[in-house]
């Protein structure tokens, strides 16, 4: 399937068009990671369709899916005006809406759910947050390197979905940068978020830092609110070896707040 980025013509790398399907008048809306694609939440998407008839949405997120160069140059605002937009989309034809979101796609569902009236969030390895010291360097990398390789592919524990998975093998380094300036504008409106909540997080994450978990814990106004803790996958938990717990967890959750 071809897709204009930037005025010309780009085809989607295999797995990583979006989806939409239309059902009944509760709405579903996963948000994908950063250099990742909706491959990350279809799965689930697809079997909350399939269980309960939901609308249902896993968008493409600027600059992903397509080729490394054309993260260059696409904003945070970017992110979060497509994350917007797909919500208002599924405001249009629901009456409740989960956000769910997955690492980056984590931090755009808490921002939605800052600013917006939504029925529930749920946070896969949600970031507010990065910890790596290579990032003190990131003033002057910026400048002196385009692209940073990724040295062993998709941070996921399970070895056949490891090469289904699609993902960028490398990206922009100043990509990093507006990475960053959205997890700092959300941080800072983290006690605006009161929906129902499940944060699910693995002690073995080896992309993001687990203690993201329990400052989204400790920061969100939540009054309902609940951490899932995994033992056995790594980063990409709706794909790795403990994704039926993850799906159960958040079928169980979702029925419980919206019954509400």
């Given at each position: 399937?071809?897709?204009?980025?930037?005025?010309?013509?780009?085809?989607?790398?295999?797995?990583?068009?979006?989806?939409?399907?239309?059902?009944?008048?509760?709405?579903?809306?996963?948000?994908?990671?950063?250099?990742?694609?909706?491959f990350?939440?279809r799965?689930?998407?697809?079997?909350?369709?399939?269980?309960?008839?939901?609308t249902?949405?896993?968008?493409?997120?600027?600059?992903?899916g397509?080729?490394?160069?054309?993260?260059?140059?696409?904003?945070?605002?970017?992110?979060?005006?497509?994350?917007?937009?797909?919500?208002?989309?599924?405001?249009?034809?629901?009456?409740?809406?989960?956000?769910?979101?997955?690492?980056?796609?984590?931090?755009?569902?808490?921002?939605?759910?800052?600013?917006?009236?939504?029925?529930?969030?749920?946070?896969?390895?949600?970031?507010?947050?990065?910890?790596?010291?290579?990032?003190?360097?990131?003033p002057?990398?910026?400048h002196?390197?385009?692209?940073?390789?990724?040295?062993?592919?998709?941070d996921?524990?399970?070895?056949?979905?490891?090469?289904?998975?699609?993902?960028?093998?490398?990206?922009p380094?100043?990509?990093v940068?507006?990475?960053?300036?959205?997890?700092?504008?959300?941080?800072?409106?983290?006690?605006?978020?009161?929906?129902?909540?499940?944060?699910?997080?693995?002690?073995?994450?080896?992309?993001i830092?687990?203690?993201?978990?329990?400052?989204?814990?400790?920061?969100?106004?939540?009054?309902?609110?609940?951490?899932?803790?995994?033992?056995?996958?790594?980063h990409?938990?709706?794909?790795?070896?403990?994704?039926?717990?993850?799906?159960?967890?958040?079928?169980?959750?979702?029925?419980?707040?919206?019954?509400?």
């Amino acid at each position: 399937m071809e897709i204009r980025v930037a005025g010309k013509k780009k085809v989607y790398l295999a797995g990583t068009e979006p989806l939409f399907k239309p059902g009944n008048s509760t709405g579903f809306l996963f948000l994908h990671g950063f250099t990742a694609s909706p491959f990350e939440g279809r799965q689930l998407a697809e079997r909350l369709h399939q269980e309960f008839k939901w609308t249902v949405s896993v968008p493409l997120l600027p600059g992903h899916g397509t080729e490394p160069a054309d993260l260059i140059g696409i904003s945070w605002q970017e992110w979060k005006d497509c994350a917007e937009s797909e919500f208002r989309r599924l405001r249009e034809c629901c009456q409740k809406i989960v956000v769910c979101g997955q690492s980056m796609g984590g931090t755009l569902a808490l921002l939605l759910a800052s600013c917006f009236p939504v029925n529930g969030i749920i946070t896969l390895a949600g970031t507010v947050f990065l910890k790596d010291w290579r990032l003190l360097l990131l003033p002057i990398a910026k400048h002196l390197i385009t692209y940073n390789k990724k040295s062993k592919g998709p941070d996921i524990r399970d070895t056949a979905m490891k090469v289904m998975i699609p993902s960028y093998p490398k990206y922009p380094v100043r990509a990093v940068e507006e990475f960053i300036k959205l997890l700092n504008h959300t941080r800072k409106d983290l006690d605006k978020v009161t929906a129902p909540a499940l944060l699910v997080h693995s002690h073995r994450d080896r992309t993001i830092h687990f203690s993201n978990l329990e400052y989204i814990y400790q920061h969100i106004s939540s009054s309902m609110k609940e951490k899932v803790i995994l033992e056995n996958s790594y980063h990409i938990i709706s794909l790795d070896i403990e994704r039926d717990k993850v799906y159960e967890k958040m079928r169980n959750f979702l029925i419980q707040v919206l019954q509400k």
